[in-house]
C-alpha cells in the first residue's frame, strides 16, 4: 500500500517535469530558431515481490518455488521519473521579414556513413577581444537567424553573441576605418557575405567581403547541451566541422564511389530576409499539455484514494468500542 503512494507521487513529479517542458515549447513558438524539448519518460528498477513466511504461492514459469523460500508474487515497478528533456532539431518552418540581418538556415543533410544525424548550425560566441579569433571552447551554435548591428557595427544575436566568420572572428559590416555595409549586405546560398557598392554602376557584381559566414556540421546533435533559449554547446565525440571542409571531404567521398548521392553538397541553403521558425507544433503540444494533466489528475484521485485506506486502517481496523 506504501509502495503505491510512493509510485503515484513519483508519476506526479515526473509528469509535472514533463508539463514543464511543454509549456517552455509553447512560450518559444515564436522564438526563431528554437527547437522543441521532447521529454524522456523511464521507469525505476523494478523490484520481484514474494510473501515472506510462506512457501505456498503461484506457480510462475521461469520462477519455481524452491523449498525453504519465500513465494514469489512477481514484479513490480516502483514508479517513473523524466530523465530529461532533449531538443528535437527538426527543420523549422521559414517566414519572410524582408529584414537584411534576417537569414534563415534551411538543410537536409543525410546521416553519415555510420547512421549518426547531422545538422548545419551558425557559429556564434561571446567575445571579449575581437581581435583575436573565438576559442573552440568558446564557440557556441545556434539556428536563430534573427541577427542585428551593435553600436561597434558587428553582427550579434538578440542573446548577446557575436556571429562569427568562417574564421571564427567577429563579423563587422559596418566599420569607421574600412566599408560601413550596413542594410546593403548581401549574403549568398552558401554563406558569402557581399555588399552592393554605392559607387558602382548598377549593373555591377556585388562586392566580396573577406569573410564568410561560419556555417558548422554538426554530427550527433543530440549531444548537445541547451544554453539559453537557441544557443547550444556541443559535448560529443565528433568535433563539429566547419562546412566548407566538411563539403569538400563529403564531395571527396563521392567522387571515390564511397556512396551513392552526397550527403552534404547540395543539401543546405540560406534564405537572406527570412528566419527560420521553431519547430513546434500548437495543436499537437496543446494535446499533450492535456493529456499530462489528465494523467496527473488521475495520480492524484489513486493517492487520495489509497490516503483514505490507510486513514481507516488506522483508525477504524480494530477499534476498541467501550
Known amino acids: ?77 516502483t514508479g517513473v521519473y523524466m530523465s530529461e528533456a532533449l531538443p528535437v532539431f527538426g527543420q523549422g518552418d521559414i517566414a519572410e521579414t524582408r529584414n537584411p540581418y534576417d537569414v534563415a538556415l534551411m538543410d ?34 545556434t539556428r536563430n537567424g534573427n541577427w542585428d548591428v551593435n553600436f561597434d557595427g558587428y553582427l550579434v544575436t538578440p542573446d548577446g553573441y557575436y556571429v562569427l566568420g568562417n574564421d571564427n572572428q ?6 569607421p576605418a574600412g566599408v560601413n555595409v550596413g542594410e546593403r549586405l548581401q549574403i549568398g546560398l552558401q554563406g558569402e557575405l557581399m555588399y552592393k557598392d554605392p559607387a558602382g554602376e548598377p549593373e555591377d557584381p556585388p562586392v566580396l567581403m573577406d569573410q564568410r559566414l561560419g556555417l558548422a556540421v ?61 519547430n513546434v507544433d500548437p495543436a499537437q503540444t496543446m494535446t499533450d499539455m492535456m493529456a499530462v494533466l489528465r494523467a496527473y489528475e488521475a495520480n492524484q484521485r489513486v493517492l487520495t484514494t489509497i490516503d483514505g485506506t490507510l486513514d481507516k486502517a488506522a483508525n477504524e481496523i480494530g477499534r476498541v468500542n467501550g
Do not use: C
Open 1 to 77: 500500500m506504501i509502495r503505491g503512494l510512493y509510485t503515484s507521487a513519483s508519476g506526479m513529479l515526473a509528469l509535472q517535469n514533463r508539463h514543464e517542458a511543454l509549456a517552455n515549447n509553447i512560450a518559444n513558438i515564436n522564438t526563431p530558431g528554437y527547437k522543441q524539448d521532447v521529454g524522456l519518460m523511464r521507469a525505476f528498477p523494478e523490484q520481484l515481490i514474494s510473501r515472506i513466511r510462506d512457501q505456498q504461492g503461484p506457480d510462475i514459469q521461469g520462477m519455481p518455488t524452491m523449498n525453504g523460500q519465500a513465494a514469489v508474487i512477481g514484479r513490480l515497478h
Open 108 to 141: 537536409n543533410l543525410q546521416r553519415d556513413e555510420d547512421g549518426n544525424e547531422q545538422r548545419l548550425f551558425f557559429s556564434v560566441a561571446k567575445l571579449e577581444d575581437l581581435t583575436q579569433p573565438a576559442d573552440p571552447e568558446q564557440i557556441r551554435y
Open 170 to 175: 567577429a563579423i563587422r559590416i559596418n566599420d
Open 218 to 278: 554538426i554530427t550527433k546533435p543530440q549531444m548537445m547541451v541547451r544554453e539559453g533559449t537557441s544557443v547550444f554547446r556541443y559535448e560529443g565525440d565528433i568535433a563539429p566541422a566547419a562546412l566548407v571542409e566538411a563539403e569538400i571531404e563529403d564531395l571527396t567521398a563521392f567522387g571515390a564511389g564511397e556512396y551513392a548521392n552526397p550527403l552534404i553538397a547540395g543539401r543546405y541553403g540560406l534564405k537572406q530576409g527570412w528566419i527560420e521558425r521553431a
